[in-house]
């Protein structure tokens, strides 16, 4: 069979996309295929009034955006925003530094409150100014209240110190302490002490009147060394409702004068009719009452000793 060939014809390409476009056309008898009709479309995006409202949404959230920023700037404009602080307020390696006057709505914590060195410093409040000192569990230990009618201060103890340290006035409950070299009382009234009172030296103000005064109790003068009553340019003075009495317990009672007046003795009867001499002596009474009994020739105070009885 070598010597036997076959040949087989291709057909071209155009005749073979014609046959395969006639096989889909085709159809054999008895059948029926309808075409598709056309279908929906559904497009990809937002259209119509949602994009319309997208937009101004948008266009909202942006002036939005404008005005916040343009707030911020005005913001720091007006409170003085700067990297060392805020408008007056200043903020130092030693703490916080406020120029002019600040006020405080709320309550104010801090260990150290001190002005400048060229001003003073000023707490001011219209109902009351109030500084508490607080213990590590909160405590109130101290407080300085200060209000229209009043200064109040709560502490164990109260010291009023010098610049150079010195004490000058400290109130504990025990006793007050004044540290002065002088304490003086410039009213009018003086000053008034219920209970008693321990001082090396009473005095009164030049060519003014020293009055010591008890008005309804008794007045004790004591001291270990003797009381000394000085009054360089005036006299002296002791007048009491009942008796006045001068003791010495280990010593005499000396009355050192030029004159020494005692006008409201008791006087004893007259001496002898005629004696115009005028003359008197003074007599003892064993309780030690004074009267006066004429002077004669010898004493005379037995003559009244009746006025001892």
Excluded at 13 to 25: A, G, L
Excluded at 102 to 123: G, Q, T, W
Excluded at 171 to 197: C, I, M, Q, W
Aim: with cysteine.
């Amino acid at each position: 069979m070598k010597g036997n060939t076959v040949a087989v014809c291709s057909p071209e390409p155009q005749e073979v996309q014609q046959m395969v476009r006639e096989q889909y056309t085709t159809t054999t008898d008895g059948t029926h295929i309808q075409r598709p009709e056309n279908q929906c479309v559904y497009k990809i995006g937002i259209y119509g009034w949602r994009k319309r409202c997208l937009y101004l949404f948008v266009l909202l959230l942006l002036i939005i955006l404008l005005v916040n920023f343009a707030l911020t700037i005005w913001i720091l404009k007006v409170m003085w925003f700067s990297p060392t602080g805020m408008g007056h307020l200043r903020v130092t390696k030693d703490g916080l530094r406020l120029e002019g006057e600040s006020e405080f709505l709320f309550p104010l914590y801090a260990k150290e409150i001190h002005s400048r060195v060229d001003s003073s410093l000023l707490l001011q409040s219209t109902q009351n100014v109030t500084v508490n000192a607080r213990n590590s569990e909160g405590e109130v230990t101290g407080r300085l209240k200060v209000g229209p009618k009043m200064v109040e201060v709560q502490s164990q103890q109260f010291q009023i110190n010098s610049k150079d340290g010195k004490p000058l006035f400290t109130v504990d409950e025990n006793e007050v302490v004044v540290g002065t070299d002088k304490l003086r009382v410039t009213g009018p009234e003086g000053a008034l002490f219920e209970h008693s009172v321990e001082t090396p030296l009473v005095r009164a103000d030049p060519f003014q009147d020293l009055r010591l005064e008890s008005p309804t109790r008794s007045l004790s003068m004591d001291a270990p060394k003797g009381v000394h009553i000085k009054a360089h340019a005036g006299k002296i003075e002791a007048l009491s409702q009942m008796d006045i009495i001068f003791q010495s317990s280990d010593g005499m009672l000396v009355l050192d004068a030029e004159t020494v007046c005692l006008p409201k003795l008791v006087q004893g009867t007259q001496g002898a009719a005629g004696s115009s001499q005028r003359l008197y002596e003074i007599c003892v009474c064993p309780d030690g009452k004074l009267y006066l009994s004429v002077a004669g020739a010898g004493t005379t105070c037995h003559e009244n000793s009746h006025i001892c009885l």
